[in-house]
Nanobody, 119 residues
Framework: QVHLVESGGGLVQPGGSLRLSCAVSGSIFSGYGMGWYRQAPGKQRELVAGITTRNTTNYADSVKGRFTISRDNAKNTGYLQMNSLKPEDTGVYYC?????????????WGQGTQVTVSL
């Protein structure tokens, strides 16, 4: 089993910052890609950012220049630094890990952490 636990969500004012963390543990026999999705009420789940085992990153256009994804392989932890937050960033943020096996890549998800940007 592979387990992911998110932390760092909360309530912030517009223009504020938060840093989300995603701790990965369990049976991992090779490198894994990881990243973050978010889901707001009335909207479908959206890919926010991803990072590969070689630290190649990608971002949704809506967060480019404001969010930064990173990882610490020694700690098996991923991070999402969120700056200049806007009300439209509000939602539940889910961490994922794509674990490579001999025949396929299996996706694992965390339980999510709530981010609320409001006055």
């Amino acid at each position: 089993q592979v387990h992911l636990v998110e932390s760092g969500g909360g309530l912030v004012q517009p223009g504020g910052s938060l840093r989300l963390s995603c701790a990965v543990s369990g049976s991992i026999f090779s490198g894994y890609g990881m990243g973050w999705y978010r889901q707001a009420p009335g909207k479908q789940r959206e890919l926010v950012a991803g990072i590969t085992t070689r630290n190649t990153t990608n971002y949704a256009d809506s967060v480019k220049g404001r969010f930064t994804i990173s990882r610490d392989n020694a700690k098996n932890t991923g991070y999402l630094q969120m700056n200049s937050l806007k009300p439209e960033d509000t939602g539940v943020y889910y961490c994922y890990a794509d674990v490579v096996g001999p025949l396929s890549v299996r996706a694992y998800w965390g339980q999510g952490t709530q981010v609320t940007v409001s006055l």
